[in-house]
C-alpha cells in the first residue's frame, strides 16, 4: 500500500511525502522511527474499483520465481535487503503482490530476520523456501543461499512447464474427441432418425439412437452428474483418508505409479540435497522436504526416515525397507553420500539422473496416450457409421 503522509519534525520542520507499507499501523512505525510526528496519513488509490481489481489479481509461480531471482541479483550486488525489497516492489505491477512484497520489507526494517519476514506470506513461500532462507542466515550464506534458491525455482518451475506442455496436446484431442461426441449427439444422428422409423433396426443402431435421443431430452443430467462428481471428488481429495486412497491408487497404475515416484524422487533429492548444501542439518532438512511432499506414501516414509535419524540411524537402513518406493539405485547413492559424507552431491547425481529418466517416462507416456485418444475417437466415428450404415444398406436391399 501507498500512504500520503504529512508529518513535524523534531525541529518543527513541517514534511510531507509518500511512503510504501503493507498497513497504516506499519506506516506510522516506520514515520515514528525516523523521528517524525504525524499529523495527517493517508491511503493512496483507495478506491472500491481498486480494491475489486486487488480480488481478481491472481500471484503466479513466475512472479515468485522472478521475484527470487531479482533478490538474488540484488542481495549479490551488495543492495541492503530493505531497499532491495523496496525497489522490486516498485517495478512490481500486480499491486496484491507488491503488498505482500512491502510487508515482507516492513518486517526487516521492523527489526525481524528475512526468514521471519517471509513466514508472513505462507501462501507465496514454501516451508522449503523459508528453511533455505533460514539456512542461509545461520551459516552466513545468504547470498549463496538466495542464489542457489533462485537456480532451483527456476529448474522447478521449467520442469513443471515442461510437464504441463507435454500433456496439452492430448488434452487438445480429449477436448476434439468431446466436442466430436457432442456433435454427433446433437446433429447428426437426431436428423437420421425419421429414416429409420417404422423400419427394423440392428441392436446398435437402436443404441445409438436411444442414446442420442437422451442426451438431446436431458443433456443436463450427465451435466448435473460430472459437476457433482467433480465437486465430490475434490472434497474428498481434500480428506486425510482421500489423500491417502487416491495416492495409493495412483501408484498402483501401470505407467502412471512409475512416473509418480520417478517425480518423487526426483523432488526429495533435490529438496534435500539443497537444503544440506545450504547449511541445515539432514533431520531439518527432511523435515522440510517432508512439508513440500504431495505424496503421503513418500511423505510418511521420509518422516520415518527422519524419527530414525535423529535416533543416531542411517537414512538408508530406512529407505532400504521399501524397495518398491525407493529403487536401489537410490539407496545406493544415500549410502555412498553417508559413507564419505557427501550426501548432498550424492543426492545432486540422483536429480540429474532422474530428472532424465522422468522426461523419457513422460514422452513414453505422452507417445501412448496419443494413438490411445485416435483410436478412441475413430473408434466412436466407426460405431456412429456402423450404426447408420447398416439399416440403409438393409432398406437398399
Not at 506470506?121 to 523456501?129: A, D, I, R
Not at 540422483?350 to 507417445?367: G, H, I, P, Q, S
Request: glycine share 6%.
Amino acid at each position: 500500500m501507498k500512504f500520503n503522509y504529512q508529518a513535524q519534525s523534531k525541529d518543527n520542520q513541517t514534511q510531507t511525502g509518500n511512503l510504501e507499507a503493507s498497513s497504516k499501523e506499519e506506516a506510522i512505525s516506520i514515520l515514528e522511527k525516523h523521528g517524525l510526528y504525524i499529523t495527517s496519513l493517508k491511503e493512496e488509490n483507495s478506491s472500491i474499483y481498486n480494491k475489486q481489481i486487488n480480488l481478481f489479481e491472481r500471484i503466479s509461480k513466475k512472479d515468485v520465481v522472478l521475484f527470487s531471482r531479482q533478490i538474488s541479483i540484488m542481495f549479490k550486488a551488495g543492495v541492503p535487503i530493505v531497499e532491495s525489497l523496496r525497489s522490486i516492489a516498485k517495478q512490481t505491477k500486480k499491486s496484491k503482490f507488491k503488498e505482500e512484497i512491502n510487508k515482507i520489507g516492513d518486517k526487516v526494517e521492523g527489526g525481524g530476520s528475512l526468514s521471519q519476514a517471509f513466514q508472513l506470506c505462507p501462501k507465496l513461500f514454501s516451508p522449503f523456501y523459508i528453511g533455505m532462507i533460514k539456512s542461509g542466515e545461520v551459516s552466513g550464506r545468504l547470498s549463496e543461499t538466495l542464489d542457489y534458491l533462485a537456480d532451483h525455482q527456476e529448474r522447478e518451475f521449467n520442469f513443471n512447464n515442461k510437464i504441463i506442455a507435454s500433456l496439452s496436446y492430448p488434452g487438445f484431442i480429449f477436448v476434439v474427441f468431446i466436442g466430436i461426441l457432442v456433435l454427433l449427439m446433437t446433429f447428426v444422428i437426431p436428423g437420421l432418425s425419421e429414416l429409420f422409423e417404422g423400419k427394423e433396426l440392428p441392436l446398435i443402431t437402436i443404441i445409438v439412437l436411444g442414446a442420442a435421443n437422451f442426451f438431446i431430452r436431458w443433456w443436463w443430467v450427465p451435466v448435473i452428474v460430472i459437476i457433482a462428481g467433480i465437486f465430490l471428488f475434490v472434497r474428498f481429495a481434500r480428506t486425510a483418508v482421500g489423500r491417502i486412497t487416491i495416492d495409493a491408487i495412483l501408484l498402483r497404475i501401470p505407467m502412471v505409479g512409475e512416473f509418480i515416484k520417478k517425480m518423487n524422487m526426483v523432488r526429495i533429492s533435490e529438496n534435500i540435497s539443497t537444503l544440506i548444501s545450504g547449511g541445515l542439518p539432514i533431520v531439518q532438512a527432511l523435515e522440510v522436504t517432508s512439508g513440500v511432499l504431495n505424496s503421503h506414501t513418500y511423505k510418511k516414509i521420509i518422516d520415518e526416515t527422519k524419527s530414525a535419524v535423529r535416533r543416531g540411524d542411517l537414512m538408508s537402513s530406512v529407505l532400504i525397507k521399501y524397495p518398491n518406493f525407493f529403487p536401489a539405485l537410490f539407496v545406493q547413492m544415500v549410502t555412498v553420500g553417508e559413507k564419505t559424507g557427501s550426501i548432498d552431491t550424492s543426492l545432486t547425481n540422483v536429480v540429474n539422473f532422474y530428472r532424465a529418466d522422468v522426461d523419457r517416462a513422460l514422452e513414453t507416456m505422452v507417445k501412448m496416450m496419443e494413438p490411445l485418444m485416435i483410436i478412441l475417437i475413430g473408434g466412436l466415428v466407426g460405431v456412429v457409421v456402423i450404426a447408420i450404415l447398416t439399416p440403409i444398406y438393409q432398406i437398399n436391399i
